[in-house]
């Protein structure tokens, strides 16, 4: 992918500047619940506010439907951003039209404003070129600062991005130069940990990385599809029926690549999905019929260890297991462990495992904590991502 414009390549000063951001936050109470995204977004506002930039934001919020919900209004994030900022946001009732056009207009350098949920709009998710020309009225500069979204191609993202000078804000910035540093030139050995349900969320990364990772290490529900693939019995363990076939090539080609897969070699199992449910530790052959896999076994979190310490570069994503519940964190714990004490590169990316890192106090030991599970994956996989490949070339 061609090297983006950001914004410390052009002149804010005086302009008004449409920024795209993530702030798809969890509210409880009506208040944010976790301002992580928001604080993401802090250094690209300041940045532009320091150079006399009037900033007006924009960003979806949950899944409205493409109307209005009054339940998932911006208007606990207004809040919660003016407290960051220790300015009053100006926050506005829709995100496009005449009433928001006039209401910009009186606003001077250096202000913020926050644009309604941008999914209220049936043209957003559509990438409606109408939704994108009235988005691309209301300033002279388009920032993309969401990298979270930026594989998709809606009219805040892809369709005002083509309208106008459009360029990447820092969070952005910083994520295109951490994950390719990845792809373009990593330290060997080069260790991938994937976790977390679905193979088929996967299989991109995994046949990339089949081609220059040294070794691959499978954890969470996904292992199944491969632990099917070849023909172990798996008890009563959540599979991806679908999957299996498509796990079966993936070992099909490890077996030719100088990449190794790795498959959890022992399990911890339980007789029901609860916290509370009888456990034990079992080969991955000898689950007891009816019985799940809920997390990896100890002899496979001392392997996978093993095989993180010596890593020059790894990328985790996805958990090894329901780590949620303290009887199945033991497995993406050590792993956890083992990835912050790297001498390393370490990326990582993927709710779930942002959560993981979290829960165990572990996330500021990570060199990159990425924004965007869905985008990095396919950021990685090579994949154009829409709302990069609409930014202007450096």
Same mark, same amino acid.
């Given at each position: 992918m061609a090297i983006k414009k950001s914004i410390r390549d052009i002149d804010v000063a005086g302009a008004r500047v449409l920024v795209r951001v993530d702030f798809n936050v969890p509210l409880a109470d009506g208040k944010v619940a976790d301002d992580t995204r928001i604080r993401?977004?802090?250094?690209? =506002?300041?940045?532009?506010?320091?150079? +006399?930039?009037?900033?007006?934001?924009?960003?979806?919020?949950?899944?409205?439907?493409?109307?209005?919900?009054?339940?998932?209004? #911006?208007?606990? *994030?207004a809040v919660r951003l003016s407290e960051l900022l220790d300015e009053d946001v100006v926050k506005l009732d829709d995100c496009i039209g005449p009433d928001v056009e006039q209401r910009l207009g009186d606003l001077e350098p250096g202000r913020v404003a926050?644009?309604?949920?941008?999914?209220?709009?049936? +043209?957003?998710?559509?990438n409606d070129p109408q #939704?994108?020309?009235? &988005?691309?009225?209301l300033a002279d500069i388009f920032v993309n600062d969401a990298f979270g979204t930026a594989h998709r191609a809606h009219a805040s993202t892809a369709g005002v991005a083509a309208l106008m000078p459009?360029?990447?804000? @820092? @969070?952005?910035?910083?994520?295109?130069?951490q994950l390719s540093r990845l792809v373009d030139d990593p330290q060997h050995p080069f260790i991938?940990?994937?976790?977390?349900?679905?193979?088929?969320?996967? =299989? %991109? *990364?995994?046949?990339? /990385? &089949?081609? /220059?990772?040294?070794?691959? @290490? =499978?954890? %969470?529900?996904?292992?199944?599809?491969?632990?099917?693939?070849? %023909? =172990?019995?798996?008890?009563?363990?959540?599979?991806?029926?679908e999957a299996i076939d498509t796990a079966a090539a993936a070992l099909?080609?490890?077996?030719?690549?100088?990449?190794? @897969?790795?498959?959890?070699?022992?399990?911890?199992?339980a007789d029901a999905f609860a916290a509370d449910a009888a456990t034990d530790t079992a080969p991955v052959d000898s689950i007891p019929a009816g019985w799940m896999g809920l997390d990896i076994g100890p002899?496979?979190?001392?392997?996978?260890?093993?095989?993180?310490?010596?890593?020059?570069?790894?990328?985790?994503?996805?958990? #090894?297991?329901? /780590?949620?519940?303290?009887?199945?964190?033991?497995?993406?714990?050590?792993?956890?462990?083992?990835?912050?004490?790297?001498?390393g590169l370490t990326v990582s990316g993927g709710g779930d495992t942002v959560a993981?890192?979290?829960? /165990?106090?572990?996330?500021?030991?990570?060199?990159?904590?990425?924004?965007?599970? %869905?985008?990095? #994956?396919?950021?990685?996989?090579?994949k154009e991502l829409p709302g990069i490949a609409a930014l202007e070339d450096a």
């Open positions: 993401a977004a802090l250094p690209t =506002i300041q940045y532009l506010r320091d150079r +006399g930039a009037t900033v007006i934001l924009i960003s979806h919020l949950g899944r409205p439907g493409d109307r209005p919900d009054d339940s998932l209004r #911006m208007d606990p *994030v926050l644009l309604e949920n941008s999914r209220f709009h049936p +043209g957003e998710k559509k #939704m994108a020309e009235g &988005l691309a009225r459009a360029v990447a804000g @820092l @969070l952005v910035e910083n994520e295109l130069k991938t940990i994937l976790g977390g349900v679905k193979v088929s969320d996967k =299989i %991109g *990364v995994i046949d990339r /990385f &089949l081609d /220059f990772a040294d070794a691959i @290490l =499978i954890g %969470g529900a996904m292992c199944f599809g491969f632990l099917k693939a070849r %023909g =172990i019995d798996i008890g009563a363990s959540k599979v991806e029926e099909e080609k490890a077996e030719a690549s100088d990449c190794r @897969l790795l498959l959890p070699t022992d399990l911890v199992v002899e496979t979190a001392s392997a996978y260890v093993n095989e993180i310490g010596k890593a020059g570069t790894i990328f985790w994503n996805g958990p #090894m297991g329901a /780590f949620e519940m303290k009887p199945f964190e033991a497995g993406t714990k050590a792993v956890a462990d083992a990835v912050a004490a790297s001498d993981a890192l979290n829960r /165990f106090g572990l996330a500021d030991r990570i060199d990159h904590v990425s924004t965007g599970g %869905g985008a990095a #994956m396919e950021f990685l996989e090579g």
